[in-house]
């Protein structure tokens, strides 16, 4: 299109017709979903011994090419689509969060799926195509377009979680997690039919604007309220949390990785957008006891866990709660350390789970804590890489972790929220012991039972390589990312104030 | 122009050194012996680097030298901010001294998984001295936190019997404790912009901070209570005897020798530096909790069955004497109190090595299986007197000036503490005496015990320059007090006027 023809057009038209750069704003989700559907296709063409190698090689390119695309996509910002999707660092930095997830994920899965026997199409198919939602979460900000990107994201994973499809806790854990997943989700579109009802609108921006404008009436609170149910279900924060054990024990541990680390970075990444660029009234509150009592029933819950799987399982839903921590700071600060912790926890816990899936073996059969007896010795280069993922975990400086829970305490501190500080640094010292049960275990215990130790395979190592290297460098040299988060920070917030103001629909004309 | 940047690269020199020959050791291969020597070597060199610094230490400057500030990370506004005063310098050499004695005493005792323990070791070395030379609070509070693994898994995995329960003991103390210790520094940093200690130290004193006065007394708490945990100061103190008994002797000795000092310290540094007001009106009920900690730890290792034990409680009583002395606000008991820190350290160490020997032997503590042990054992038996003589204080050996200088302290800060205090040094002389009657006097009553081999040549080693030590900080303490007074004078100068705001009132 010319210039000329960009003036003469009519105004209405222009916001409808989508142009060359709005598909570059979705490069990220047009690449991944090719490869997703490329893998599908190929999956019965294919000989069936070889193409679990394969189809992962197919679906590691697509990851790596998404990310490509991610950068390519970054050239670009702006909105697109109807103002339905806004590509800014914010949503860039999710993009790739999320994708280096996944490629991680698939090169820890790489072997698991031989031990399992599972078929590799629709898995590595279902995880592309997961992660599609999950990308066009993080830069969606239109309500509905949200509400439809996490639903990709949410089928993905409910299908993931039962792929162990020999084992009835795998499918206990698939139906669980869709039954009670759906009913959250639910809530979460009343939600945004009752802030419709409200403001006029499902934009984001808009809503901001009319909030911002006008007075707030009951009904904007009761919305924010279900919304939060609905992504409060997806992060695993309490009291939406009762899920999380069960379905972690039951899903295939490389998918757990990828479930407690990716829809939730995306699910967070919403609320964000929801808590800080709407400026949702009554926030600050309901966050608060949301956060503390993740905390404290995510950290006392993981003490008395003796299956590795769902002592990490609750072990999230604290660190789901100290994320929360940062949604009750200041905008600027608190976005900025809540995308830091995102990052950081994405790679400690993924690294986590890899080795205990790794380590699980068939079946996944050794998952107590007694089966990780000795392994410091038995094989020391698979503990030590799991004791840097727990040290992480904990909050021992050096690692990520530290820096995480240090700039979402800090943001908080700078809010002046003493109380909600104090009950997070004193959880972080509770959750020090459970961590280091399985550290003890490893290295102080003598090994009572015989539990075989395979080699670690190229792929898995490869994963972990990237995950320790990932959560050092987040633990000694957090500079730059903490640079590009705050300016992420500062790109969410702006539009609130100097953005294009459009014309608001009332709700009359509806 | 070359000493201008040894001088300011020395201190970081000094601190990664451990921390470098750790890592280089993680790629020799598996020989024990080449293991031993190499973490041998390495701590020397480090020794001697670090005597660089005391020799070449502006004695009369009360401030900071060797400073090295540098951004690390700009936000938050982290600093690499390094230095040291007369406070510091001599623990860190009392560090960078004791470490090649811990690897000359675990020479032969440690004999499975060297390679660990001894990178184990220098690890903690580096996170050590770490601690006595960060002038960033956040710098501070990394290398504090950094100190807890490599002790826990000393501890946890060189340890004895109950080594795991103990390990993990360990660990949650400091660590809860610790955390609220961060709490405050991130209230500080939220309010100044700043981890630099000296520039916080300068905007409170200036009362630059609006919000401070109200919450002064929290941060003054949060910062104490990281700080006594670690002292131990009576009552957290349940942790250290067993951690004590369950370590090897090489943790011991880093344990009784430098780590129970980060507590002090940190007090001295942060909490006095920060707090001069709160530090003041606090002081009454610290100085009783150091004062019962003198006197019950000098009771309950009276009647230690267990010779560790009986050493892990002197050190509660010794480290309450520290804690009365900082806090008496004098010019003597403070330099005392730094003089007790120095010589526990030397002669605690020791004690503990004396210990780890004897068990080397008969694999137990417990002071019923010995008696008559200077028969087999004489050279053991005459450096453990002389070990011991020091620790109870006898003129001329290094526990002698400190006691006497923090007793000063403590009369001229109110009579009733320095009496009440002088007789934790009867009881020390009652304690320490009477388990030496029984492990060496009398007659032999365990045959196994005739035919025990006396102290080698590498327990020697060790031992000895603790003894040496002992002797010249005994008969020259001046050598030390020059650079520790008028650190401590600087250090009391708010004091002097605090005190004199609240005589104006």
Partial sequence: ?510 | MSTDNLSSSILTLVTFAPLASGLLLLLLPRRDRDIRIFALVSSLLTFVLSLHLPVYFHRSLPGFQYEVDKQWITSPNIHYHMGIDGISVWLLVLTTFLTPLCVLISWKSVHERVKEFFIILLILETALIGVFTSLDLFLFYFFWEATLIPMALLIGIFGHERKVYAAVKFFMYTMIASVFMLAAILWLYAQTGSFDFVIIRDQIARGALPNFPAAAQWLFLGFFLAFAVKVPLFPFHTWLPDAHVEAPTAGSVLLAGVLLKMGTYGILRFNLGLFPEQSRRNAPWIMTLALIGIIYGALVALVQPNMKKLIAYSSVSHLGFVVLGIFSFTQAGLNGAMFVMLAHGVSTGALFMLAGILHERRHTYEISEFGGLASPMPVYAASYLFIVLASVGLPLLNGFIGEFLVLTGAFQAKPIYGILAATGVIWSAGYLLWMYQRVFFGKVTHPVNNSLPDISGFEKAAVWPCALAALVMGVAPILWLGAIDPAVQAALTPFAQVASKVVGQ
């Fill in chain 1, 1 to 510: 299109m010319t210039a000329v023809e960009f003036m003469s057009a009519p105004p209405a038209l222009l916001q409808t017709i989508p142009q060359g750069v709005d598909y570059i704003r979705i490069l990220p989700e047009l690449v991944l979903s090719a490869f997703g559907i490329a893998v599908m296709l190929l999956d019965p063409v294919v000989d069936e011994k070889t193409s679990q190698r394969f189809l992962g090689l197919i679906a590691l390119a697509g990851a790596l090419f998404g990310i490509a695309a991610t950068w390519y996509m970054s050239q670009s910002p702006g909105l697109a689509f109807s103002n339905m999707i806004r590509v800014d660092s914010f949503s860039v930095f999710f993009h790739f969060l999320v994708i280096a997830i996944a490629a991680v994920v698939i090169l820890t899965s790489y072997e698991y799926m031989a031990v399992q026997r599972i078929r590799a199409g629709e898995y590595y198919a279902l995880i592309l195509f997961g992660v599609v939602g999950m990308v066009l979460m993080s830069s969606a900000v239109e309500l509905v377009l949200i509400f439809i990107a996490l639903e990709i994201s949410s089928i993905s994973t409910y299908i993931l979680a039962g792929f162990r499809r020999h084992d009835a806790s795998s499918a206990e854990s698939s139906l669980k997690y869709f039954l009670l997943g759906s009913f959250a989700t639910a809530f979460f579109l009343y939600g945004v039919a009752l802030i419709f009802g409200a403001t006029g609108s499902t934009n984001i921006d808009d809503i901001s604007r009319t909030l911002l404008a006008g007075p707030v009436e009951l009904l904007i609170y009761v919305a924010m309220a279900l919304m939060f149910v609905g992504l409060g279900f997806k992060v695993a924060a309490a009291p939406f949390h009762i899920w999380t054990p069960d379905v972690y024990e039951g899903a295939p541990a490389p998918i757990v990785g990828f479930m407690s680390t990716a829809p939730k970075a995306a699910a967070f990444a919403v609320l964000l957008r929801i808590v800080f660029v709407i400026n949702a009234p009554g926030r600050q509150w309901l966050i608060w006891v949301a956060a503390a009592l993740s905390m404290t029933l995510g950290n006392v819950g993981a003490l008395v866990q003796n299956n590795v799987k769902r002592l990490l399982a609750y072990s999230s839903i604290a660190h789901a709660g100290y994320l929360l921590v940062a949604f009750a700071a200041t905008p600027d600060l608190g976005t900025s350390a809540a995308m830091f912790y995102t990052a950081a926890y994405a790679a400690m816990n993924i690294g986590a789970f890899a080795v205990v899936s790794h380590f699980a073996n068939a079946g996944e059969r050794y998952v107590t804590l007694e089966d990780y007896e000795g392994l410091g010795r038995s094989s020391p280069l698979l503990a030590a890489t799991l004791t840097i993922f727990l040290l992480s975990l904990i909050g021992i400086p050096m690692t990520g972790g530290f820096f995480a829970k240090f700039y979402v305490f800090s943001a908080a501190l700078k809010a002046n929220l003493v109380w909600l500080t104090l009950i997070g640094v004193i959880n972080s010292a509770v959750g020090a012991y459970y961590y280091l049960r399985i550290v003890v275990v490893m290295y102080m215990r003598e090994s009572r039972r015989e539990v075989p130790v395979t080699p670690i395979p190229f792929g898995l190592g490869l994963a972990l390589v990237i995950s320790v290297v990932t959560t050092l460098y987040l633990g000694l040299f957090p500079n730059r990312i903490l640079e590009y988060t705050q300016q992420s920070a500062r790109a969410l917030v702006a539009p609130v104030q100097s953005g294009p103001t459009r014309a608001l629909r009332t709700p009359e004309k509806f």
